[in-house]
């Protein structure tokens, strides 16, 4: 397991005193980043008919793959290329076809995004599917995501960029300095990394390779924080709202690099076929609680989400009343989980965030 993406600590006596606590909050932060990072979603690759050359070997006209999740379109053509080239392609097409000519869209006819990560693909296909077959039981089996490659007119006007991997690594990079504003209110984190160590984020995604990637993303991303900030907390003061009170942190210092001291999360919210949402997620309320992902949908969608009605008060019988149960008529994937709506907004963005520093919450809908 590797040790990047750790928190890091202020060498204090107060510290060493919460050390093996924090080192358990390092283990687990690591552990789900690359839980994300290993994530692999399964695509099926079929050329369109229409574009296919005469001499093709029709036989072998689909691929299967399992993409990292991490991953963008453009980083997966060379292995793609391979496969037709060496399998379906006669030598003389092979030479003829250009690749700046394709481009993929699914089997209903949706183009895809050359700048949005695979699995954000996959996840924002995932609940359109829900619209048209809402699901009842979430743990079915995994289905390849089936993708339609052409291999002529581009639609240019739907795609926003060309997919060359130069492109969408500048957009890659534009998405890390939106979320590093997002969350500090400037760039200074991205924008003070040495060039070599830029050029070494999109190396790792490049290459698949965690270590190279956290190497450089732990110097720009919040750290998880071992200490979840007091409920209720203390009313708020002039002070920023974002910001813990001292008494939450072991040391009696504000850990300025946790996650739940940022100005905002970076987050997204994909509908099904629908727009995307983006807005302020702090990462604290106003009263000191954690700000939660029920409290951001309901906030958003409410009608999807509507806020739950209150337990009742405690007896002898029920010391630990639990709410009322109601219909849930969607969910909530984030990184292809279907995640619990008590999870904490801060700990979505120090942990499940894609590599780009954003949180994708797609919401899909129920069969009740």
């Avoid at 490659?149 to 991997?165: D, G």
């Avoid at 974002?242 to 946790?258: F, I, L, V, W, Y």
Wanted: glycine share 6%.
């Amino acid at each position: 397991m590797s040790s990047y993406g750790t928190t890091r600590h202020q060498h204090s006596p107060a510290a060493h005193a919460f050390s093996a606590k924090d080192r358990v909050t390092d283990y687990h932060t690591t552990l789900f980043r690359r839980l994300i990072w290993d994530g692999t979603v399964p695509l099926e690759i079929r050329i369109n008919p229409k574009h296919l050359p005469a001499n093709s070997d029709r036989a072998l006209e689909s691929y299967f793959m399992q993409a990292p999740r991490v991953s963008y379109l453009p980083l997966i053509l060379p292995e793609i290329r391979r496969f037709f080239t060496d399998l379906v392609f006669d030598e003389q097409s092979a030479k003829d076809i250009k690749d700046e000519d394709w481009w993929f869209e699914t089997v209903d006819g949706t183009s895809l995004k050359w700048h949005w990560p695979i699995g954000l693909i996959y996840d924002n296909f995932t609940i359109s599917q829900s619209v048209k077959t809402p699901h009842s039981n979430l743990s079915s089996t995994v289905a390849p995501l089936r993708l339609m490659l052409h291999l002529a007119s581009p639609p240019t006007e739907k795609l926003l960029m060309n997919h060359s991997p130069e492109a969408c690594k500048q957009s890659f990079m534009g998405q890390l300095k939106e979320a590093d504003f997002i969350r500090w209110g400037n760039t200074k984190r991205i924008t003070g990394l040495r060039q070599n160590e830029q050029d070494g984020l999109w190396e790792g995604i490049k290459e698949h390779n965690f270590d190279d990637y956290w190497r450089v993303a732990s110097k720009v991303t919040p750290t998880s924080g071992s200490h979840r900030p007091q409920s209720p907390g203390p009313p708020p003061s002039s002070a920023s709202m974002h910001t813990r009170p001292p008494s939450a942190e072991p040391s009696g210092t504000s850990d300025r690099e946790g996650a739940y001291n940022v100005r905002s999360v970076p987050v997204r919210l994909y509908l099904p076929d629908g727009p995307v949402l983006q807005g302020l997620v702090p990462p604290i309320l106003e009263d000191g609680s954690p700000y939660t992902l029920a409290t951001y949908l309901s906030a958003h969608v409410p009608l999807l989400f509507p806020a739950r009605p209150p337990a009742p008060p405690p007896s002898r019988s029920n010391p630990n009343p639990q709410p009322p149960s109601a219909p849930e008529p969607a969910y909530a994937l984030v990184q292809g989980v279907v995640t619990p709506l008590e999870s904490e907004m801060a700990w979505l963005g120090a942990c499940m965030a894609g590599a780009d520093g954003w949180v994708n919450v797609c919401v899909g809908l129920i069969n009740n």
